[in-house]
């Protein structure tokens, strides 16, 4: 997307996790035979993909949300994507980030985990730069919930249930994954990469979660006080000097030295 | 030093740049443009880029007031509005909400000599409570649509959300509530800013049940803190809400 970001947004295979037990071999190796596997949407859910390959038929219409099947809500899945280095490394720290998966993920690059996401609306940030090389394979699993849930219509005796509600057991996600009292409950549609995954080149120090503030001396509007936060952070071994530049709209420009 | 992380802040009275004159308004759609401006931070390091990053702001500035009228017929004026949410026909507060009462509502009203009881039933018997939005100083008139109901396919892109935006805005709308948290994604956000739709923002916790805390709250809370800063600076986010049908966990309050 710029000289030092990417989107890794085409070449996705997803497969179920039975068929990665039954096929053996590595998923990083080069000659890992992926041809049984469905080609990803990325970003969208696993239901996304399936819909695509024509597995199932689009649930948005008439009664077809009733063609998916109760065992979507309990298979864990892999997805896999081979991508070259985009650009010269040297030098330069490495970052793989989601930016949304949903509901947990074991992140794999090049045979080594590097860690795991939970929650639909975390981030989730890796420093790949040691494992990084010329030809990658990044494997992700994803898993399903604890407990799908089972709606059921509110009542004296079952109480307001948890009838489109939250699935139980698990972080944050998204709400109407149990199903409701007034449609069959086909549960937890929304298990997948739903964001977008991206590759970004740093150097030693990174910035993180900018906040502009605007302050208007109501009911003056004429004129505006605005304040910049940012989270910056040191990832070398040694102490930098370093200088914030900012510019807004290309007109007003600023430097501001900062020692990490 | 080496593996330092800290927060970094610059406002005008370090860089006299950072006040800004004459500056272009956001406003919500129908009472003038959607003026956005766009910060380029760069962080050099010996001479190099080390990282860069874009953010796109608006300059407005919200302010807020929940107002209602007791069954006596006194106004009562207060910052944020108290649950009303009853089991057994007694009201439920949590500590958030304790707080808030007894700081703006029920402190401030002993000293007025209201009927304190009668207060608590404010919401559920008599006027309902209606909460002013000001934006730069004007009082907005809000009027918008409650979307949510995920289709399991997650389609966000624009191409398929803007046709809704759209239809708002030549609605006369000026609102979105983003009901349960269900578009807690990047493009909502940014066509909410160039639509002119003020966002009434849930977060995802349960809305049914018992009213119980999430089973993981640490997760919970770290999946909002971050949800807050990846989109706080859309101008269009007007209200952060804890959840549907209920009130915030304590550890969110």
Known sequence: SDDATWTLAGGWEMTDADRVVAEGGSLFSPAYDTS???????????????????????????????????????????????????????????????EGINYRADVWLNGRKLGDIRGAFVEGLF???????????????????YNPGIPHE???????????????????????????????GIRDRNIGIWQDVTLAYTGDVTL???????????PDTSSADVTVRMEMTNHAAVGRHVVLCGRIDGVTEFEYPVEL | AAGESRTVSVSPAEIPGLHLENPRLWWPNGYGDQAMYDLDLRVKCGGAESDVRRVRFGVREFSYELTADTPRGEEIRFEFQPTNDVRDGEPLFDTFHRRVVQQDVVVPALREGVDVSRLRRIGKDATSPYLVLRCNGVRIFCRGGNWGMDDGMKRVSRERLEPAFRLHR????????NWTGESTEEIFYTLCDEYGMLVWNDFWISTEGSNLNVNDEDLFIENARQTVKRFRNHPSIAVWCPRNEGYATPTMA
């Open chain 2, 170 to 177: 030549e609605e006369g709308f000026n609102m979105v509530r």
């Open chain 1, 208 to 218: 993180a979660y900018p906040q502009v503030v605007t302050d208007l001396p109501l």
């Open chain 1, 154 to 184: 509110q009542s004296k005796a079952a109480g307001r249930g948890p009838n489109g509600g939250q699935l139980c057991l698990d972080g944050p996600t998204f709400i109407s994954s149990e199903g409701w009292d007034w449609i069959p």
């Open chain 1, 36 to 98: 049984g596997w469905y080609n990803a949407v990325v970003p969208g859910t696993v239901l996304t993909t399936l819909v695509d390959a024509g597995v199932y038929p689009d649930p948005y219409y008439g009664l077809n949300n009733m063609a998916i099947p109760e065992s979507l809500c309990r298979t864990e899945w892999w997805y896999r994507i081979r991508f070259d280095k985009p650009a010269d490394v040297a030098g330069r720290r490495v970052w793989l980030n989601f």
């Open chain 1, 127 to 145: 420093d790949v730069t040691e494992c990084f090389s010329d030809h990658n394979v990044l494997a992700v699993k994803i898993y399903p919930p």
